[in-house]
């Protein structure tokens, strides 16, 4: 077993207890866009299977943590002692840290790499169209939030209550995301995804409303 | 103050502890497709109005007894009692009731009336289209479901475990709703959401794969 397999069953074991929108499944599709996009572009396949793998591990921390610890930083100091144990260099952990330091929306750290453009993108779209419209209600469930309240004060509205909704989400943050895609291939990727959601929310909309 | 506003007033505060896919909202929604519907089916609009409020009143029953209480037979009874209350004679109290025991998917009693087929209608075209694929999310997000497994042994899934998902209530049930339409105006709308809805589990198979 190379060391990247080995690597991923360990992610699988280290994610197999989280649950919600950042769970396994979120890395494994991530990895996938990560790759699909990164051909495209013609990044470093290796740099970017290990930091997909590896960019939310830092996650548990952060939620143990109520925000304080960020786990892209977190992430990133696990990864590498993770990549270290696995005989990797200096410079590849150098390169694979990156990815994952910067990946986070919020973060003022922004991707230098194509690979850490790539892993930016590649998460980023995962949280817009259909599966993005599907996590938004999830989350919301989750938190047993409402389906749904075009009319509430949405910049006034808090997370995390029954009042939240994934309209909230979309309103807030989701139809936004598109504007910060980095590579060609992720915009139109994000291009595609972008109009469906936009189209699913104004459907939902006339279809609370009675009218379709 | 009229009797139907009494009602709606008396419904809102019945249901007002009522959470996730059969709540208030629930309720208003069916209301206003029912009317929709009801006019274009030229069916009587008070009866539908007050079957429509009323049609879900029973649901506590049910989930409080473990589904051995059927909502639709409860919610038929406890309406008699609040009509009778509010004076409506009993030719009115039968026909609303009818509508109200013959709302259910799985009951073997069969709408008669056009009034009973609209609100039938009405109710069923909630589980579809945007609405429909929002609920099932967020009902997926209450019970601690995943995302999305197209993989998964879909009939053998357990409902309301981890292995749960939205996918599984199309692929089982959803995706059967319009089969089951009977006017002609909720077929026209039922085509359309039932369109949106397959368009996005074939969207959602798509992303998850990494292919768009």
């Keep these: 077993m190379d060391a990247v397999t080995k690597i991923h069953k360990e992610?699988?074991?280290?994610l197999s207890d989280s649950r919600g929108s950042h769970?396994?499944?979120?890395t494994e599709r991530?990895?996938?866009l990560a790759l699909h996009i990164g051909e495209k572009e013609g990044a470093d396949l290796t740099i970017i299977t290990l930091a997909a793998l590896l960019h939310d591990i830092g996650r548990n921390c952060e939620d143990d943590s109520n925000g304080k610890i960020c786990h892209a930083e977190k992430g990133a100091e696990l990864a590498k002692t993770l990549l270290e144990k696995h005989g990797f260099d200096q410079v590849m952990i150098e390169k694979i840290t990156h990815c994952i330091k910067t990946h986070r929306f919020r973060n003022n750290k922004h991707?230098?790499?194509i690979e850490a453009k790539v892993l930016f993108d590649a998460d980023k779209l995962d949280s817009i169209g259909a599966v993005g419209i599907g996590r938004a209600f999830l989350f919301a469930g989750e938190v047993g939030a409402i389906l749904h309240n075009k009319d509430s004060d949405i910049p006034n509205t808090k997370p995390y209550t029954k009042d939240d909704s994934a309209y909230r989400e979309y309103m807030l943050k989701l139809r936004y995301v598109k504007q910060r895609i980095m590579t060609d291939e992720g915009k139109?990727?994000?291009e595609s995804r972008h109009e469906f959601m936009v189209e699913f929310f104004n459907r939902l909309n006339r279809e609370v409303d009675g009218e379709i």
């Design 11 to 14: 992610v699988q074991s280290i």
């Design 23 to 26: 769970d396994l499944d979120h």
């Design 30 to 32: 991530v990895l996938k």
């Design 111 to 113: 991707p230098q790499s």
């Design 188 to 190: 139109r990727l994000a």
